[in-house]
């Protein structure tokens, strides 16, 4: 089948595309990827976007952050307006969000979305052996969470092994640190329950490849978590894990200044996708 996996970004190798080409992009609003369940607020729904007339291009699969408590799975169009003229497409899941649940909720979420993504993409013009997963802040740590625990997406009838890497941006990391600073609702009030939501667990194991973002400007205990995960994981003998510094930016502008002349995001992205 004939490939639109063609980018602007000279690194990539993979041609050019004419600025209407580049202009082009298809979208699917509001899929339903729990359709056994119907959440308040359309949570259980999904937004896809893909380069026009994709044949088997990679996905990014983004979760919007907010902390766990808020946010929406519109910040996925701001992506996608940097993705798709890479030739990658991306798709923003909604997902439960604190008071209503608390965790395992919002993990549960992230990985039904992505394993209906693995079993379902094709027919949107993606490649199920392409599929990455990533997100900002709140959405990073699930990101990060579905990257060193497979039990996550296995319970969800999806796999770990499929997916190609993950891509956490501006990630909280360690919940038992993040946790007593934040509403008792998200991951309950017991210390060993904040363990078992968080990465620590599973350093050992974490042989999935992960490429860490994080700003030069996230808040001091925000860069010195995305440093240690890294480089914990490279006590243990693993080479697995990547982890950046983007200088000029803070932990909103991350995304929020995505689609500006000097955005290091898409970028990165693209770099990690292709190197599969």
Excluded: C
């Excluded at 946010?71 to 307006?81: E, I, K, S």
């Amino acid at each position: 089948m004939r490939s639109v996996m063609m980018v602007s970004v000279a690194v990539l190798g993979w041609g050019q595309l004419s600025a209407s080409q580049l202009a082009a992009q298809t979208s699917h609003m509001a899929v339903d990827y729990l359709p056994s369940v119907e959440y308040e607020g359309g949570k259980d729904l999904l937004d896809i976007y893909m380069p026009e007339n994709a044949t088997d291009v990679p996905v990014v699969v983004f979760f919007h952050g907010g902390g766990l408590l808020e946010g929406d799975r519109n910040v996925g169009a701001g992506v996608a307006r940097r993705l798709t003229p890479l030739g990658i497409g991306v798709v923003s899941p909604s997902y439960r969000l604190t008071p209503s649940v608390s965790h395992p909720s919002h993990i549960e979420d992230a990985a039904a979305a992505t394993a209906w993504v693995l079993e379902h993409i094709e027919a949107y013009g993606g490649d199920p052996d392409k599929v990455y997963v990533s997100g900002h802040s709140a959405g990073a740590y699930l990101a990060a969470l579905l990257g060193v625990d497979p039990s996550w997406l296995h319970a969800a009838g999806g796999s770990q092994e499929a997916v190609q890497g993950f891509i956490p941006i501006s990630a909280f990391l360690y919940v038992e640190e993040t946790a007593p600073d934040r509403p008792r609702e998200v991951w309950g009030a017991d210390p060993a329950g904040w363990v078992e939501a968080s990465v620590s667990p599973h350093i050992r194991s974490a042989r999935a490849r992960m490429l860490l973002i994080y700003a030069d400007g996230d808040a001091e205990w925000r860069r010195e978590q995305n440093e240690r995960f890294g480089a914990e994981v490279a006590e243990v003998g693993l080479s697995s894990v990547q982890v950046i510094e983007v200088p000029d930016r803070d932990h909103r502008s991350l995304i929020t200044a995505i689609n500006a002349g000097d955005d290091r995001i898409g970028t990165l992205i693209a770099e990690f996708v292709s190197a599969r």
